[in-house]
Nanobody, 122 residues
Framework: QVQLVESGGGSVQTGDSLRLSCTLS????????MGWFRQAPGKEEEFVAA????????DYLDSLKGRFTISRNSAKNTVYLQMNSLNAEDTAVYYC???????????????WGQGTQVTVSS
């Protein structure tokens, strides 16, 4: 069974950094773009970032550019999200996603992880 498993969430203070990890496990065929969404309390899910299998193409939510960095280790089927200068508005459940293309990873990913909570307090 193919699944995405996230780790690295937690509670931090304003201005702190946090790194999330997500591993795609199981019998996979072909290359997958991977990425992250988040859902804050009372809000809809929001695209955060995505990266192609090779790592050559990356897409970010514009408002997060410069603070968040996505990267991946394709040999390990793992994607990372480095989050810096966190603030209360970053508090959300962060979901790892996977799709065949970068565009699909942003618009319509067909694989979702279970989510990991990130809480930022002042």
């Amino acid at each position: 069974q193919v699944q995405l498993v996230e780790s690295g969430g937690g509670s931090v203070q304003t201005g702190d950094s946090l790194r999330l990890s997500c591993t795609l496990s199981g019998r996979t065929v072909g290359a997958y773009a991977m990425g992250w969404f988040r859902q804050a309390p009372g809000k809809e899910e929001e695209f955060v970032a995505a990266i192609t299998w090779s790592g050559g193409d990356i897409d970010y939510l514009d408002s997060l550019k410069g603070r968040f960095t996505i990267s991946r280790n394709s040999a390990k089927n793992t994607v990372y999200l480095q989050m810096n200068s966190l603030n209360a508005e970053d508090t959300a459940v962060y979901y790892c996603v996977a799709a065949r293309t970068l565009i699909d990873a942003r618009l319509d990913p067909h694989m979702w992880g279970q989510g990991t909570q990130v809480t930022v307090s002042s």
